[in-house]
């Protein structure tokens, strides 16, 4: 699943809380989704996480979880 999916049944506001759980901004968050950006590998783990599994790091990161 994409990140941008995960959002899209989400109530307004969850992208500002998730960013905060992150400790990144709603701006940044938002260059990930759209794919201007890329997370850090830490990044990927812990929004793995945060999805609860539903996001993939190797979705976001396909360059360095090859094959996980």
Not at 25 to 33: F, G, H, N
Request: with cysteine.
């Amino acid at each position: 699943m994409q990140l941008k999916d995960y959002f899209e049944n989400k109530p307004h506001g969850s992208k500002v809380i998730f960013a905060k759980s992150l400790g990144i901004t709603k701006t940044w968050l938002s260059l990930i989704m759209s794919g201007r950006k890329l997370p850090s590998v830490h990044l990927c783990i812990q929004i793995e996480k945060l999805t609860k599994g539903r996001v993939k790091r190797k979705e976001l990161r396909p360059d360095f979880f090859i094959g996980v």
